[in-house]
């Protein structure tokens, strides 16, 4: 029995290309499962982008980091990275104590939201839109095969695909081909790329701050 | 550069709350007044009316951004609100700003500007999404606070609504009062405006995009030239204190991050140590700047980071946890984020002393309640003139008996933060005499005869008196970076506005923080020979100076308008010793050109800067009726002239000024700006110049252009 916190553990020094059955998909996604779940996961080259709340000082350049690189323009829609939606009230949105929960109005942690390359919507996409590069690991759109449909980002566990409706495509992060412009423009580090071995510790660090303040 | 034109969102939002019209006006009748304060005061240019009071229907007050917010160019979170105050004798016009995330979200929703006038038959808010706006009832929010106003505008709306609002202080009209948006950032001076219109606040999404003209490549080429130059808070270009990395260090710059300074209350307790120039994905962490406002040892204790506005990586907000907020103090939230005079004014208020936990306590309970209650505090003026009052036991010739019984005077003797919670409540409230204190300067001086002319007070004259602060004797505006910065350069920036000048032009560079010899070079290659006095130094006026004056306000001008931070730019001083420390006044218009598309010099652009200047200067004769803005309204405090007795103007050791000097700089002033120099109004040759020839034709026809 391989656990959710074990199986990256466990993965430390193994090969890219191996393959696990297990849970690693619910252990990046934050999806339930239970162990037993009989899907077969490959652990691919590259990586995940993770925030540690702490460290992040809400100054979006990420998002516009992300946004200037993808699309041109600047905006959070088009951004890959989430922030300004979690930005002000925390994961759950305004709460009656919002005073005590996470956000710029409540505690003042703020926790921006990222992909973890895993494979819902490469699942859900009824036109195998989005695949696997085998270089970096992140899952791409090809906007040739896209047709805007939204269920990827309808099905995403971290709610960080969006639909611009500009041109009716979906977009998520792609890593930026292995050199992540969010990262280098992070002015106290708090967004950085993990590769699966070390992401463990950082997902950790992050799911810290997923649930309400009780 | 590509043939898009970005920037601009593309319409200016105009709401008549009377009427409950709203309409769209394109924005590019306004591109020749750049954005922001500019499009603020056309519109309030166009809609003038004789003798409106800031409270009125027919006054409007504006929202606005320019070309760069939005756009994620570094610094680019400010917005300009625009309109007549209630705080200045013939409610003229003035603006106020916040940082934040509002101005982008209102581009991303469509809009460079939101205009609102008339009065809504009961309480309500606006709301936007994108292109969809809504005039909704504000029964359930008239009454909250501005943190609960947040919280519920957001909860109707959705978590990422950015929000603009007043709290109980704008609600019922005290002249001292704020709009405020998430995160501690709050504009000062119209709260009354929006209370007086029943509008509770602003809430918008935006899910569009600022478009960028220029490529990737070249805006991340930009934005790292600029990380390259850029320093702390206020262009602090050295550290605080002697580090490994560094050539030079001076106490005043705001680069607090060392070995010791921590964010203490951060969930995994984070020592800053060095933050070299260099490190790029640590400058977060280089303007930690608690200890300037609380001590170091509650700094260490109650920091859990820095914080900010959109698209800025300097970060000189402070997000604290403060326990005893709630334990003690029975307050909602144990958190606060603020800046500067958040934490100042009560502070100043209580005359506490820096180190002491009553001052640490006093900074964060009172930027609580202010901000809560949206109360403003005229730049200090409500704390020092309070603070004088108190101490020389003026009030009890001044509050009814009863009132002066009533006040808890005993908290204050004692140094007690808990006094803020009671005199905050009477001024947000207009409870008795004393909340007169939250009028318009020039009502308080004639309602309590400040002036001079109250034998209960021995005739005591504010604007004889240093230590409150008063520093413009017509308009009442406050000391704001002005005699006590570079003399004559801080003194001439500070009468040409109707509040305190909110200008850091000229701080940016004389508090960065290099030795004052390297200073003075950068200011001679600039503005010529003498354009920086030593400190505390002063030589008579001389031409370098005009310039160096004349350069700030553009250039703040210029910010106001893009909309850009001015309490980081310009950047005439930079970390990087290969550069020789300089850094470069051209990164505007580098801005401008890649955001825009439309190629423009740094000249270009602040000529477009200056014609706002010169369009705010036809505005405030109009609306004073009245063009001798020599004698009428760039007049200084006696205690300008007059502090200091035992030196003469030009000694070592004071900033003491001269009038005939002040005459002398006026004349140049005024030259240099094309002004008349006989009463400081636009000439009508100046404003042809800057096609304001309109302008001119209205002031002709009232008698008020010179000549």
């Known amino acids: 029995m391989i656990t959710r916190r074990g199986i990256l553990k466990s993965s430390m020094g193994v090969a890219v290309g191996t393959v696990y059955h297990g849970t690693l998909i619910s252990f990046l996604t934050g999806c339930g499962s239970d162990n037993s779940s009989p899907e077969v996961i490959e652990v691919m080259a590259g990586g995940l982008m993770v925030v540690n709340p702490v460290m992040c000082v809400s100054c979006r350049r990420c998002e516009i980091a992300c946004s200037w690189n993808h699309e041109g323009d600047c905006s959070p829609t088009l951004a890959r990275v989430k922030v300004e939606r979690n930005m002000n009230f925390g994961p759950h949105g305004v709460q009656f104590d919002y005073q005590t929960q996470h956000g710029e109005c409540g505690d003042g942690t703020v926790v921006p939201a990222t992909c973890r390359q895993c494979e819902v919507c490469t699942q859900v996409c009824p036109q195998q839109a989005i695949s696997t590069n085998p270089l970096t690991g992140a899952k791409i759109i090809d906007e040739e095969r896209c047709v805007g449909c939204g269920y990827c980002a309808d099905k995403c566990p971290q709610q960080v695909i969006k639909v611009v409706r500009s041109k009716m495509k979906a977009v998520k992060c792609d890593l930026c081909n292995g050199n992540p412009a969010c990262a280098q423009v992070c002015p106290t580090g708090a967004i950085k790329f993990y590769p699966w071995e070390e992401a463990e510790a950082a997902l950790e660090q992050y799911e810290k701050y997923t649930g309400l303040v009780s | ?707």
């Open chain 2, 1 to 707: 550069m590509s043939n898009k034109i970005g920037g601009w969102a593309g319409k200016v939002l105009r709401v008549n709350l009377t009427t409950s019209s709203i309409v769209y006006e394109p924005i590019e009748q306004y591109y020749d007044y750049i954005g922001g304060m500019g499009i603020g005061y056309k519109i309030l240019w166009d809609d003038h009316k004789d003798d409106i009071k800031a409270t009125d229907a027919e006054n409007i007050i504006v929202f606005s951004a320019g070309p760069l917010s939005g756009s994620g160019v570094i610094c680019t979170g400010r917005t300009t609100i625009t309109s007549r105050s209630p705080v200045i004798e013939k409610h003229l016009i003035a603006d106020g700003h916040f940082g934040g995330h509002f101005s982008p979200a209102m581009k991303f929703a469509g809009f460079d500007a939101i205009a609102i006038e008339g009065k809504a038959s009961r309480p309500v808010w606006l709301k936007i999404v994108d292109d969809k706006v809504t005039i909704e009832p504000a029964d359930t929010l008239w009454g909250k606070g501005i943190f609960d106003t947040h919280a519920m505008i957001a909860q109707m709306m959705g978590p990422n609504a950015q929000v603009a609002a007043i709290g109980q202080a704008g609600e019922n009209q005290v002249p001292l009062s704020v709009i405020m948006t998430q995160g501690g950032h709050s504009a000062g001076g119209h709260g009354s405006v929006m209370g007086s219109k029943n509008c509770k606040g602003i809430g918008i999404i935006g899910t569009g995009a600022v478009k960028i003209a220029a490529s990737n490549e070249k805006m991340r080429a930009l934005d790292d030239h600029i990380l390259g130059i850029i320093g702390a808070n206020n262009n602090g270009v050295v550290p605080s204190t002697p580090q490994s990395w560094a050539e030079y260090s001076a106490p005043i710059s705001r680069w607090k991050s060392r070995p010791g300074l921590k964010w203490g209350a951060a969930d995994q307790e984070i020592d800053l140590g060095e933050v070299p120039w260099n490190e790029r994905n640590r400058i977060g962490f280089r303007t930690s700047m608690a200890e300037s406002y609380i001590g170091v040892e509650y700094a260490n204790k109650w920091m859990k980071r820095t914080g900010g506005c959109h698209s800025c990586p300097i970060r000189c907000f402070c997000e604290l946890k403060v326990p005893e907020l709630k334990s003690k103090y029975n307050r909602k939230s144990e958190h606060i984020s603020n800046v500067c005079m958040g934490f100042l004014v009560p502070q100043y208020l209580m005359g506490t002393k820096n180190g002491t936990e009553a001052h640490a306590m006093a900074g964060v309970l009172g930027a609580q309640i202010l901000d809560d209650y949206g109360i403003w505090c005229n730049y200090g003026l409500i704390s020092h003139i309070f603070k004088f009052l108190k101490t020389n036991d003026m009030f009890k010739h001044l509050l009814p008996e009863d009132e002066y019984n009533s006040i808890p005077w005993a908290l204050w003797d004692n140094q007690d933060p808990a006094f803020l919670i009671d005199f905050y409540r009477r001024i947000a409230f207009k409870e008795g005499e004393i909340s007169h204190m939250a009028d318009g300067l020039y009502d308080l001086i004639e309602r309590w005869g400040l002036d001079g002319t109250n034998p209960a007070l021995g005739y005591w004259d504010i604007h004889k008196e240093s230590k409150t602060k008063v520093f413009n004797k017509k308009t009442n505006a406050a000391v704001h970076h002005a005699s006590e910065t570079a003399g004559q350069v801080g003194t001439l920036i500070n009468v040409v506005f109707n509040r305190d000048a909110q200008c850091h032009s000229h701080i940016n560079i004389v508090n960065s923080g290099l030795p004052h010899d390297m200073t003075a070079a950068i200011a001679e290659r600039k503005w010529g020979e003498g354009a920086f006095d030593k400190v505390n130094w002063y030589t008579p006026i001389n031409a370098a100076k005009v310039r160096f004056a004349k350069w700030s306000l553009v250039k703040n001008v210029l910010h106001d308008s893009l909309t850009l931070c001015n309490w980081m730019f310009p950047l005439l001083a930079s970390p990087d010793k290969n550069r020789n420390y300089e850094g470069d006044s051209t990164i505007e218009s580098q801005m401008f050109s890649l955001v825009t598309g439309i190629e423009t010099s740094e000249t270009e652009l602040d000529f477009k800067a200056e014609r706002v200047l010169h369009l705010h200067r036809a505005l405030t004769i109009l609306q004073m009726n009245e063009s001798n803005m020599r004698e009428e309204h760039d007049v200084l405090s006696d205690w300008v002239y007059d502090m200091d007795p035992d030196k003469n103007f030009g000694q070592e050791g004071t900033i003491k000024m001269d009038r005939a000097d002040m005459q002398t700089s006026l004349d140049m002033f005024y030259e240099a700006f094309g002004w008349d120099i006989q009463t400081g109004a636009p000439t009508r040759a100046t404003l042809d110049k800057f096609s304001l020839g309109f302008v001119a034709d209205r002031l002709a026809a009232r008698g008020l252009l010179p000549g």
